[in-house]
């Protein structure tokens, strides 16, 4: 593990991030380029952060009293927000009820924050509405917060296996190359910031839990999946990284399929942690359609059709691929077999969970996921890529090589810096971009 030199140089990197993330929302909000509205609470943060208002301050889960006092009426005006029919609804069979399409995981988390911004309101005087500017900054500041927990939950990780330079080196390119920034800044109340977080955290738990097993690991790794699966259940594909994480080869799948047999004291404490984590989800559910499981987006025009996957779009569209918006992770991508050398225990885990979870997110029907930057469904998955990313970095020597390597990193980070500035002025749309209007955005900045 890191040295106290070590946690020091990671600890000033993360600083010079966080200076970086403050100036920068400091100046989209003072700039006034912030999309749909120009407030940290918009677009589908909205639908993610509506829950805090309605349950602490209106109380009134059926969002209609903040809808009336924040939204200027219908609580379909909030995002996410439609009228869903339901199977016992309030107890009245076939009636109609308004339902939030997104996880209340966000607002969990947020919710610290939240209180924080309450207490402002009160000393300054502001409205105690959940929308006012204390509970606009509070907001933002969680999302830059829990990118920054995230990134260092990575760098702990990274340092068990790779040296402080590649560390430093893959937590920078990453947060400027893959997007990160632009979720723990510009968009902090999209849930890709959150989701960042409890994907790193079940990584930096899964190892503790195989290392050393003990009921509190596995309590807190169940209690880090319960809150992925809060923010975004699809997002719990990472499960299959629990599962193998430390399989090196086909034979030892039995031998692990009999150690949590062999273990199902503490696999049955993980499960029931992650139950009572996601018991607000399902609670929610049920107070508003009378099932405890639901599929929210139904009759909403998106679902998952796993057959028929967008793979080109998702990943090399001009539009939203993955690939053309953030290329830093065509070298994770390759970094990817380098585990096998660098990191032997991560290896099978990451490159059967990425294709997994990139199957997932291309069989999203509306695959371009709405307005934002880049392919930011999987922006959620940055922490797995970081490994390969640094598997690479780490295994490239000599000179030339090093050099050859170090200009990649610098020229796709800058690649994704440019898209990013000219998303933040508007000099590329928020969506359908063509790529005359991406190259003619080089001259705009």
């Excluded at 738990?205 to 097993?213: A, D, F, I, M």
């Excluded at 990313?389 to 090093?402: F, I, S």
């Amino acid at each position: 593990m890191g040295s106290w030199p070590d946690s020091r140089v990671i600890g000033a990197v993360l600083g010079l991030i966080a200076v970086l993330a403050i100036a920068a929302t400091a100046w989209i909000y003072g700039v006034g380029t912030a999309n749909y509205g120009g407030l940290p609470i918009r677009g589908d943060g909205s639908g993610y952060y509506v829950y805090l208002p309605a349950a602490l301050l209106a109380h009134d889960l059926t969002m209609s009293r903040t809808a009336a006092r924040s939204f200027g009426g219908s609580p379909e005006s909030i995002p996410g927000v439609r009228f869903a029919r339901t199977s016992v609804p309030l107890g009245y069979p076939g009636q109609h009820a308004y339902l939030d399409q997104y996880g209340v995981g966000e607002a969990v988390l947020i919710a610290p924050f939240f209180a924080v911004g309450y207490a402002l309101a009160v000393v300054g005087n502001a409205p105690r509405d959940g929308y006012s500017w204390p509970f606009q900054a509070a907001a933002s500041a969680a999302g830059l917060v829990y990118m920054l927990i995230g990134l260092a939950l990575l760098a702990a990780l990274l340092r068990r296996w790779f040296s402080l330079r590649t560390v430093v080196v893959s937590l920078l390119a990453l947060t400027f190359g893959a997007a990160v920034f632009e979720y723990g800044t510009n968009d902090a109340t999209m849930s890709h910031a959150y989701s960042f977080f409890a994907i790193a955290l079940v990584l930096h738990l899964t190892l503790r839990v195989w290392e050393r097993p003990a009921p509190g690991g596995a309590v807190a790794l169940g209690v880090a999946l319960g809150l992925v699966g809060l923010i975004r259940m699809t997002n719990l594909t990472v499960v299959l990284f629990c599962l193998l994480f430390g399989v090196e080869r086909r034979s030892d799948l039995k031998s692990r399929a009999r150690t949590l047999l062999r273990r199902y004291g503490l696999v049955l404490a993980g499960v029931a942690a992650f139950l009572v984590v996601l018991s607000p989800q399902l609670a929610y559910w049920h107070r508003i359609t009378g099932e405890w499981v639901t599929d929210p987006y139904r009759g909403a025009g998106e679902h998952l059709e796993l057959l028929h996957p967008h793979l080109i779009g998702v990943l090399f569209s001009v539009r939203k691929g993955l690939f053309f918006w953030t290329p830093l992770l065509v070298l994770a991508v390759i970094g990817l077999p380098f585990l096998r050398r660098t990191a032997r225990p991560l290896f099978v885990p990451a490159v059967v969970y990425l294709p997994v979870a990139i199957w997932v997110v291309s069989s999203w029907t509306i695959w371009w996921y709405g307005g934002s930057f880049g392919m930011r469904a999987l922006i959620d998955e940055a922490p797995v890529f970081a490994l390969g990313l640094a598997a690479l970095v780490e295994t490239v020597r000599g000179v030339v090589g090093r050099r050859v390597l170090m200009g990649a990193v610098a020229l796709t980070t800058l690649l994704a810096v440019h898209g990013m500035l000219a998303y933040w002025v508007h000099a590329v749309p928020n969506d359908q971009t063509s790529l005359h209007r991406y190259l003619e955005s080089f001259r705009s900045l």
